[in-house]
């Protein structure tokens, strides 16, 4: 990290520097600045609230908006510490201090704008590919277990990050199709959502079975399906522009390979070939051209 040190105590101010170059960062020291000199940027700035309140008032303005700013204080009051945070500081610290907290500090507001930069790509990456999917007039109420009926998965994923925001909650993602989601459920610990996906492709008894597991738990489930036996809340929310949730034309093979991938669990070859409107035979030799694994 590209580190400034403002601090008018000089052996405290080259102790920390020492410190800072033994960990590989680079550091800046000055002991009283001229903001208009200040041109370089920093990720952190040590500023010590000895110098006079407007000056440090104006460092905090330049820099609160890309660097981290840490104070470094003598005693606690709303001009050494109150004030400063409300413009912009992120913490303090108090002198005497030892210097594994303040390294410990730094690391710590350093993570947590990573972290933070990172959650904001993420959401706003997730608003971009879910910019064409309209909830405005659907409700999902906060009550479980519940079934979202849809024809595209990105339709059911947007109605639960919906419902997490709504209910401030975490996320578990678990697939049906795994043969351990119901351990992966018992490891919860604490609340959240369980989101079930998959429902569709499970055969009659692996369904009633989750029907019974999920009874007394938070769970939604997303299906592909309609689902006349679910006892639960359901509720149905499809979107004509993801009919197979896949924004180009897909060739014959491919669809072909989607459907048998995602269906033979639950369907024996026969039933299979019938809905696809091929012969058995047919869809044995689509699964050795297109290279498909019969799940056993």
């Avoid at 960062?25 to 500023?47: A, G, M, Q, R, W």
């Avoid at 029907?211 to 639960?232: A, R």
């Avoid at 058995?280 to 694994?293: A, G, N, P, Q, V």
């Amino acid at each position: 990290m590209n580190i400034l040190i403002i601090e008018n105590e000089i052996y405290l101010a080259q102790k920390v520097v020492s410190r800072l170059l033994d960990d590989g960062h680079s550091c800046d020291y000055i002991e009283s600045p001229n903001i208009d000199n200040l041109t370089k940027d920093y990720d952190t700035i040590l500023l010590s609230t000895s110098l006079p309140s407007a000056l440090c008032k104006n460092i905090i303005k330049k820099y609160s908006e890309n660097s981290i700013i840490l104070l470094l204080v003598s005693y606690i009051s709303d001009e050494t510490v109150t004030n400063p945070i409300k413009d912009g500081a992120k913490d303090y610290i108090m002198k005497p201090f030892i210097m594994d907290e303040l390294i410990r500090k730094i690391y710590h507001y350093k993570d947590c704008r990573s972290l933070k930069r990172e959650l904001q790509t993420l959401r706003e990456y997730f608003e971009f590919t879910m910019a064409d999917i309209d909830t405005t007039d659907v409700l999902l109420p906060p009550s479980f277990p519940t079934l979202i009926e849809s024809n595209s998965q990105k339709c059911a994923d947007k109605l639960v990050f919906e419902l997490s925001r709504k209910m401030d909650l975490p996320i578990n993602f678990i697939s049906l199709t795994s043969t351990s989601w119901q351990k992966q459920i018992n490891a919860i610990q604490g609340k959240s959502i369980i989101y079930l996906t998959e429902f569709h492709t499970l055969k009659k008894n692996v369904k009633e079975n989750v029907i019974k597991f999920i009874e007394d738990k938070n769970c939604v489930v997303s299906t592909l399906e309609t689902e006349i036996d679910f006892p639960y809340r359901k509720i149905e929310f499809n979107n004509e522009n993801q009919l197979i949730g896949n924004s180009n034309i897909m060739t014959i093979n491919d669809y072909v390979k989607m459907m048998v991938v995602s269906y033979q669990n639950k369907y024996p070859d026969t039933e299979l070939s019938k809905k696809l409107g091929i012969s058995r035979k047919s869809l044995w030799e689509k699964r050795k051209k297109l290279d498909i694994e019969k799940k056993k």
